[in-house]
């Protein structure tokens, strides 16, 4: 077993592969930025290794995430 470090807030990268792992190609770019904050910041807070409190999280981290859960996206889909 290898030795994840925990995920924060600002580890965006980290987290929408996570978030691609997780969800595949059931969420489509256009589908990832209708997703409610509310719903977002919920499915992230349920991943693995993160640890991040839900007093932390604000529009810009979450915002972030967003965009970069497209990015992982738009990168699977060549």
Not at 23 to 48: A, N, P, Q
Request: aromatic content about 16%; proline content about 3%; charged content about 35%.
């Amino acid at each position: 077993m290898t030795y994840e470090p925990p995920i924060h807030w600002n580890d965006y990268e980290d987290i929408a592969l996570k978030l691609y792992e997780k969800f595949g190609d059931e969420f489509s770019e256009s589908k990832i930025y209708r997703i409610r904050f509310t719903d977002l910041m919920e499915w992230v807070l349920s991943l693995d290794g993160f640890v991040g409190k839900r007093e932390d999280c604000n529009e810009g981290h979450l915002e972030m995430i967003q965009s970069s859960w497209v990015y992982e996206w738009r990168d699977n889909q060549k």
